[in-house]
C-alpha cells in the first residue's frame, strides 16, 4: 500500500519467538537496523507468542523450532502479508512443518535473515 501524500506508512512488524535471550537479541538488532526496518516484539514462550500474534498482527514470524507448535495458531489465508519462517538445525526440511513455512538452516546468517525481511517489506503491508 502507497502512502498519500502526507500519510506515514508505518513499518512491518516482526515476531522473534526464541528461548535464548542472545538469539532474541541478535534478530531484534538485525530487523530494526537493516533497510527501513521492522517493529520487533520478541517472545520466549509459546504462551507470549500466541498474545503477541493476536495483538501486535506481525506480518514475519520468526520461529525457533522448539515453538513449531505455534504453526496451528497461524492462519496462512489470513488477509495480513504474513509470512512464517522456521529456525531450525534440522536438514532436510522436517516434515511435519506446513509447506507455506519457510525454514532458514541454523546457523542463520545475516544475508538469509534479511533475505526473508526484505520479502516481507516487498509484500504490501496492510495499515
Do not use: H, I
Amino acid at each position: 500500500m502507497k502512502a498519500m501524500a502526507g500519510t506515514p506508512t508505518r513499518r512491518a512488524r516482526a515476531l522473534v519467538v526464541d528461548q535464548d535471550e542472545c538469539n532474541l537479541v541478535l534478530a531484534t538488532e538485525a530487523l530494526t537496523s537493516f533497510g527501513p526496518g521492522f517493529d520487533v516484539a520478541t517472545a520466549r514462550s509459546l504462551e507470549e507468542a500466541r498474545t503477541w500474534v493476536r495483538t501486535f498482527q506481525p506480518e514475519l514470524v520468526l520461529l525457533d523450532e522448539a515453538f513449531a507448535d505455534l504453526a496451528a495458531d497461524l492462519d496462512p489465508t489470513e488477509p495480513l502479508a504474513r509470512k512464517l519462517v522456521l529456525v531450525s538445525s534440522a536438514n532436510p526440511r522436517p516434515a511435519s512443518l506446513p509447506a507455506y513455512f519457510d525454514v532458514l538452516e541454523k546457523p542463520v546468517t545475516l544475508s538469509s535473515l534479511l533475505g526473508v525481511a526484505r520479502r516481507v517489506q516487498s509484500a504490501e503491508v496492510p495499515r
